[in-house]
């Protein structure tokens, strides 16, 4: 138990440094497009690598799995509210397990 700590400790310090070393690092305004727009799509890059395989493994069943991201995607792309584009994609995989 004395070693859960140390162990605290360090990931506290790691957390903190990552988050306030570039506004140590970075004075100023950013002049290059491309950092620009890589930190603008970076939160959506690693939304989606969170999110998708979580969608894939989600039912045990990997075809229903994209059976219900496919039409989820397709809601989304439609603009539908997120809580239709959640439960809509629920439904549609939950729909093709029964169906098989």
């Known amino acids: ?13 790691v957390t ?5 070393l570039p506004i ?4 100023g305004k950013l002049k290059s497009k491309f950092v ?10 690693v939304l989606g690598a969170m999110t998708f395989p979580g969608i894939l ?3 045990g069943n990997i075809l229903a799995s994209v059976v219900g ?4 995607l397709f809601l989304a792309y439609h603009n539908q509210e ?14 093709w397990q029964l169906l098989l």
């Open 16 to 20: 903190y440094m990552i988050r306030v």
């Open 57 to 59: 493994y989600s039912t």
């Open 36 to 45: 620009k727009s890589f930190l603008y799509y970076m939160p959506y890059a």
């Open 82 to 95: 997120m809580i239709k584009v959640a439960i809509g994609g629920i439904l549609a995989a939950y729909i």
């Open 69 to 72: 991201g496919a039409f989820a």
């Open 1 to 13: 138990m004395s070693n859960v700590y140390p162990a605290l400790i360090v990931m506290a310090l």
């Open 24 to 27: 140590i690092l970075i004075k």
